[in-house]
């Protein structure tokens, strides 16, 4: 019989796949830099954390899900911050949001 905390983690991780498959989809469906850098940003922080919050799950109380834990937090503060970076750069070079009956790039 599958245990509780199998359980929990499968679906932490399952959750964490389905974003990680979300966000390059969104890549591939948005017509510009700026919503397809959201989709990415978001989904990939959301998806790591989950995978990573599955695998502490996993792991149970010891110094190695302190470390994930660790990581997590360095996710959700680096993740972003790069994102920001991103659109802010293509912002100064003059890039322009996409605008309905334009052509996608």
Partial sequence: MIG?????TAILI????FF?????????????LFTRAHAS????TL???????????????????VKLL???????VMSPTATHAI?????ILKYHAWKPGEERE
Avoid at 4 to 8: A, E, G, R
Avoid at 41 to 44: H, L, R, V, Y
Avoid at 52 to 60: A, D, H, M
């Fill in 4 to 8: 509780f905390f199998s359980l929990v």
């Fill in 14 to 17: 399952a959750m964490g796949l």
């Fill in 20 to 32: 990680m498959i979300v966000g390059p989809i969104g890549l591939i469906r948005l017509p510009d």
């Fill in 41 to 44: 940003g978001k989904c990939d």
């Fill in 47 to 65: 998806g790591q954390a989950l995978i990573l919050l599955g695998l502490i799950v996993y792991e149970g109380f010891t110094f190695d899900a």
């Fill in 70 to 76: 660790m990581l997590i937090i360095f996710l959700y």
């Fill in 87 to 91: 659109v802010r750069a293509a912002h």
